[in-house]
């Protein structure tokens, strides 16, 4: 099983102010095969970037991906008030099960 | 769209059934996994396991013993059960669909989730 760890648990900023997760794989992760998600309070798990680096439908440009191997990075240029969530990275590579990272709150400062 | 049923609150020791319906797509669809994801009580995400229209599932090992998926063609859904219940098993319990294609196999769709308790 692949282990998805994320850092830092709980991130508090001010809007305006840039964000950056990172998640670490326990072994190598294919580019085309890690995703992010961001998640709201009583919601579902929301898309929003696959194979590293891709943006989902609707997904803002302040959203950003990166990385390889088995370090992975989500990136908000601008954390805008809607952006407050947690986050989660998730690995689907054919090694299953499919995993994903702990989660990365983003709070207000 | 997905959309989770089943029982709010479970016994301990008892198996928990949910289904998915979906709603805008058909589940025969060969491109597709159906998939079941849970989140614990303030915690991350686990996949469960997924059923492709030919009937081939794959269940994470860690709840492999207990789980079977299955699908209802005529009825566009798909279940889940999950046998034995602890109060471990507690959690929102998701739908998901991906796709088959291997670089495009993230969640895409989701459901909005169930809440189950597992209580006496």
């Known amino acids: 099983e692949i282990v998805l760890t994320q850092s830092p648990g709980t991130l508090s900023l001010s809007p305006g102010e840039r964000a950056t997760i990172s998640c670490r ?3 190598t992760v294919r580019v085309i095969h890690l995703a992010w998600y961001q998640q709201k309070p009583g919601q579902a ?3 929003l970037i696959h194979a590293t680096s891709n943006r989902a439908t609707g997904i803002p440009d302040r959203f950003s991906g990166s990385g390889s ?7 908000i240029t601008r954390v805008e008030p809607e952006d407050f969530a947690v986050y989660f990275c998730q690995q689907y590579s054919g090694t299953l099960p499919w995993t994903f990272g702990q989660g990365t709150k983003i709070e207000i400062k | 769209q997905l959309q989770e049923s089943g ?13 998915c319906r979906v709603a805008g797509d058909s ?13 614990l009580p303030g915690k991350g ?4 396991a997924y059923i492709h229209s030919s009937g081939q599932t794959y269940y994470n090992p860690s709840l492999k013993s207990r ?3 299955s699908m209802d063609l005529s009825n566009n859904q798909f279940s889940l059960e999950l046998s034995s219940v602890t109060a471990a098993d507690a959690a929102v319990y998701y739908c998901a669909r991906s796709s088959i294609i291997v670089e495009s196999r993230y969640f895409a769709s989701w459901g909005q989730g169930t809440l189950v308790t597992v209580s006496s």
């Open chain 2, 7 to 19: 029982p709010g609150l479970v016994k301990p020791s008892q198996t928990l059934s949910l289904t």
């Open chain 2, 45 to 48: 995400l686990e996949w469960i």
């Open chain 1, 25 to 27: 794989a326990s072994q």
């Open chain 2, 27 to 39: 589940i025969k669809n060969d491109g597709f996994y159906w998939n079941w994801i849970r989140q």
């Open chain 2, 67 to 69: 789980i079977s998926v």
């Open chain 1, 45 to 47: 798990p929301r898309l």
């Open chain 1, 69 to 75: 191997g088995t370090d992975f990075t989500l990136t």
